[in-house]
Nanobody
Framework: QVQVVESGGGLVQPGGSLRLSCAAS????????MGWYRQAPGKQRELVAV???????NYADSVKGRFTISRDNAKNTVYLQMSSLKPEDTAVYYC??????????????WGQGTQVTVSS
């Protein structure tokens, strides 16, 4: 069984910063990519940033230059450093561990989500 748990969400003022963390645990052999997605009320879930095991990254245009994704492979943990936050960044942020290999096979796993609210 694999668990993915996010932490670090909260309320922040516009222009502020916040750091999200996500840890995958269980009998994991390897994880291909880890990423962050977000879903605002009434909108579809969208990709925010993703990082591969080799360190390659990809960002949504809306967050480029403001958000930074990083990963600790030894801890199966991914981070999202968010700066210059805007009200439109308000959403539930979800962590995804993609192509997670265990003794039972390969699957994707999602966390339960953490709320980020940007408001004065």
């Amino acid at each position: 069984q694999v668990q993915v748990v996010e932490s670090g969400g909260g309320l922040v003022q516009p222009g502020g910063s916040l750091r999200l963390s996500c840890a995958a645990s269980g009998r994991i052999v390897s994880i291909n990519a880890m990423g962050w997605y977000r879903q605002a009320p009434g909108k579809q879930r969208e990709l925010v940033a993703v990082i591969t095991g080799g360190g390659s990254t990809n960002y949504a245009d809306s967050v480029k230059g403001r958000f930074t994704i990083s990963r600790d492979n030894a801890k199966n943990t991914v981070y999202l450093q968010m700066s210059s936050l805007k009200p439109e960044d308000t959403a539930v942020y979800y962590c995804k561990a993609a192509s997670v290999a265990t003794m039972r096979g390969v699957s994707d796993y999602w966390g339960q989500g953490t709320q980020v609210t940007v408001s004065s």
